[in-house]
């Protein structure tokens, strides 16, 4: 299982735009790269996957290296409800991806 | 399209007591997780069913949690005896599960539990 760093947590203000990145030195050659959000009192949601250079969709950019040691999640202009945890989680569909303990975004007005 | 529904929302046992959390997951997928989140923590998994088949619980205390998937829908997640260390949001999720492809998990809003 390929194992992922984050940092602990991040500060914004509204506006701006935020870059996330995790560190996953040993992701294998099948493996994607998918980031969660959560909310306090909810479940995780899907944020964005991916498996090499860039993916965007209406919420969220994500960039990976050539090398896929690492990604970065990019939330474009956050506002104050973008405040949550997100998290990087690394694997294919035949084994299991680990949820680690999350980067805590905090959106200040 | 109904989410991943879970019941109940909160529970309060004391130790040593039992207790069994449902789960209906989304109308057609196929894969099913149970995942326990202690405070502060992120999600640890507990155990994967495929259909009604075991996939991955390796980290489910089997001493004390059990789980199971009858006809490959629903789900029951059981503690006996609960511990103190067991107080945590336990959360439910499901997928399509098609095979060679990695599937966006859902999650259902999870059931709290405080054990006294």
């Known amino acids: 299982l390929a194992k992922t760093t984050q940092p602990i947590s991040m500060d914004s203000y509204e506006g701006q735009e935020v870059n996330i990145t995790c560190s996953h030195n040993?992701?294998?050659?099948?493996?994607?790269i998918t980031w969660y959000q959560q909310f306090p009192s909810q479940g995780p949601r899907f944020i964005i996957q991916g498996y090499k250079t860039k993916v965007t969709n209406e919420v969220a950019s994500l960039f990976i290296p050539a090398d896929r040691k690492s990604s970065t999640l990019s939330l474009p202009r956050v506002s104050l409800s973008d405040t949550a945890v997100y998290y990087c989680l690394v694997g294919d569909w035949s084994n299991d991806m680990r949820f680690g303990a999350g980067t805590r975004l905090t959106v200040k007005p | 399209e109904a989410g991943v529904a879970q019941s109940p929302r909160y529970k309060i046992i004391e130790k040593r007591q039992s207790v069994a959390f449902w789960c209906n997951p989304i109308?057609?997928?196929?894969?099913l997780y149970w995942y326990q989140q202690i405070l502060g923590q992120g999600p640890k998994l507990l155990i994967q069913f495929q259909n009604n088949g075991v996939v991955d619980d390796s980290q489910l205390p089997k001493d004390r949690f059990s789980a199971e998937r009858l006809k490959g829908v629903d789900s029951t997640l059981k503690i006996q005896p609960a511990k103190l260390e067991d107080s945590a949001v336990y959360l439910c999720a499901s997928s399509l599960g098609e095979r060679g492809t990695l599937d966006e998990q859902f999650f259902g809003p999870g059931t709290r539990l405080t054990v006294l």
């Open positions: 109308s057609g997928h196929a894969t």
């Open positions: 040993n992701i294998a050659t099948n493996d994607y």
